[in-house]
């Protein structure tokens, strides 16, 4: 680290001279023009000439005997980032009707905003159409969050009217959570490597960018137990008491209401609302005491296993809004701090 001492001239003007050697490695030349970007008590200094460009194409070469779902895993990591084109191109003459398959279905099912441009035997083009300010980091997560809402509610139905339609619906849904999951995280790898785009992608500071990582990969995990709740309730064998349904019932809505209070504090920055999810975690233990003494008193047989697990999962909902209530205080933790 180089130190400079700032110097005033005509009176109103403060002048900061730049380490010499950054300027000759940088090219930096008389008359050159900076960016300064002011982050919390810092600057910042860019040149435009060096600003990172969006990645552009990548080719990637594919081979006959390559496994469908190995294919598809790379062009996912390509996705991931940054690259805004992806060629294919068939070494053996053509991509094989099983890979084409299987790309297929991850474009439509898990990269947000990519098309297929060109469908030709030996070549595939996937195109990233949509930019940061169109679908902002937050709105993606909001839609996450609205998508987990909804298979809570649908999951919850299905349970009190044994609806297995519902139940199998709501296990198809997971994979729209996992696309603006992985959307998200394309985004913040971008901002990552060239921090100008924090901004653009809807966020305030850096700072922010690894506490929204996690909560990403939170409400993945709650999308990822609402599907293992539905696939339990999918292998029971017979009708359920009420009032068993009811007690799993209210442990459903709890721990959700933790879950939402936690991402509303999240939104809003929130630092008393989030140490206020964090006191729950005693009432969802509570509520399931409840759901378990009543599951143990009234089910019997092959049930049990399925509902216990059922609970279980709910329980983890609770906690991982409690994990995110924690990472709401960390960001915020500024906002108690009297500065002098």
Request: net charge neutral.
């Amino acid at each position: 680290m180089e130190k400079r001492k700032i110097q005033l001239t005509g009176g109103s003007t403060y002048i900061l001279s730049l380490p010499k050697r950054w300027a000759v490695e940088m090219g930096v030349k008389e008359g050159d023009e900076v960016e300064i970007e002011r982050r919390g008590d810092s600057l910042v200094v860019f040149l435009p000439s060096r600003k990172k460009e969006r990645k552009g194409e990548a080719v990637l070469r594919v081979s006959p005997e390559e496994p469908p779902q190995a294919l598809a895993r790379k062009v996912v990591s390509l996705y991931l980032v940054g690259y805004n084109v992806i060629r294919l191109r068939a070494e053996g003459g053509r991509i094989s009707p099983a890979q084409r398959e299987v790309l297929k279905g991850f474009v439509r099912t898990k990269l947000v905003g990519t098309e297929i441009t060109t469908d030709l035997p030996g070549e595939m083009v996937l195109q990233v159409l949509l930019r940061s300010p169109e679908l902002s980091v937050k709105d993606a997560l909001r839609r996450m969050y609205l998508i987990a809402t909804t298979m809570k509610e649908d999951t919850m139905s299905a349970l009190e009217n044994s609806n297995l339609d519902l139940a199998r619906d709501v296990v198809a849904r997971d994979d729209e959570v996992d696309r603006f999951g992985m959307y998200i995280i394309r985004q913040l790898k971008s901002a990552v490597e060239d921090p100008r785009l924090v901004r653009e992608i809807g966020l305030e500071s850096g700072r922010d960018c690894l506490g929204y990582r996690i909560v990403t990969k939170i409400v993945e995990r709650v999308s990822d137990h609402l599907v293992l709740v539905a696939q339990n309730l999918l292998q029971l064998k017979g009708a359920l008491h009420a009032e068993v349904v009811r007690r799993v019932r209210e442990m459903g809505e709890l721990v959700f209401s933790v879950f939402r209070e936690a991402v509303d504090s999240l939104f809003e920055g929130d630092y008393a609302k989030a140490e206020a999810v964090m006191g729950r975690r005693e009432e969802i233990l509570r509520v399931e005491e409840r759901a378990i003494r009543e599951v143990l008193r009234r089910v019997s047989g092959e049930d049990l296993l399925p509902l216990r697990l059922m609970i279980e999962s709910l329980r983890r909902i609770g906690e991982y809004g409690s994990d995110i209530a924690e990472i709401v205080l960390n960001l915020n933790a500024f906002k108690m701090v009297e500065e002098r």
